[in-house]
């Protein structure tokens, strides 16, 4: 699979936005943007993925590149139940099914 | 509740033990996954079934090894314990149709927290 980077630790207030980034340059185009999160004491949980277009659902958004080298994450109101680590993963078509995680950003919620 | 159980929650043990993780997916998931988080490595990918066959491997030590049974359960079995095996353990499972459509969403367990003592 193709590598994301992602910032190390971000930090919001709370009822404020957050735009969480990751850099794919290396993403081919089979290659699903996946975004996963684990708050603290659980399993890592599904946030949103997406291909080519932005997508939006009821806990997040994903603003896709055009080039697709590059997304963001965004929670439009964070809420300290937000504070987690968020994990940007790329998912090949016809290849693995398993997620292969990084180190993610740690996001701290500020109230 | 994500609907992939998880048991035992938490477990402790002594070195050279061995010790039975198990985990029951969401109903209708047929693919199950073992990862294994420690505070250093982050969460890795162990192994993977579907539908009672080995799907895939990640890097899985010798003294640990797996099973999906026909109910799509799954089990993790940890042997000769070390120290270092402590961890946390999370099951996933996905509804999987085919091999590697992109798409695939997994759903984890709350996992099970193993202390080696």
């Known amino acids: 699979d193709a590598k994301t980077t992602q910032p190390n630790s971000m930090e919001s207030n709370e009822e404020e936005p957050v735009h969480l980034p990751c850099n794919h340059s290396t993403i081919s185009g089979t290659d699903y943007i996946h975004w996963y999160r684990q708050l603290p004491s659980q399993g890592p949980e599904y946030v949103i993925h997406g291909l080519t277009s932005n997508v939006n659902n009821r806990m997040a958004s994903l603003a896709i590149a055009e080039d697709r080298k590059s997304s963001t994450l965004i929670l439009h109101r964070a809420t300290l139940r937000d504070a987690a680590v968020y994990y940007c993963i790329l998912r090949k078509v016809g290849g693995s099914e398993k997620l292969v995680f990084g180190k993610g950003t740690k996001l701290t919620v500020n109230p | 509740d994500s609907g992939v159980t998880q048991t035992p929650k938490h477990l402790i043990t002594a070195t050279g033990q061995r010790v039975t993780l198990r985990c029951s997916p969401r109903?209708?998931?047929?693919?199950v996954y073992w990862y294994q988080q420690s505070l250093d490595q982050g969460l890795q990918f162990l192994i993977q079934y579907y539908n009672g066959e080995e799907r895939a491997k990640g890097n899985i030590l010798e003294r640990f090894s797996a099973q999906q049974f026909p109910d799509l359960h799954s089990e993790l079995n940890l042997s000769s314990l070390e120290l270092g095996d402590s961890a946390l353990y999370f099951c996933?499972?996905?509804?999987?149709?085919?091999w590697g459509s992109g798409a695939n969403v997994l759903t984890f367990g709350a996992g099970s927290r193993l202390t080696v003592l």
């Open positions: 109903s209708g998931d047929l693919s």
């Open positions: 996933a499972s996905s509804p999987t149709t085919g």
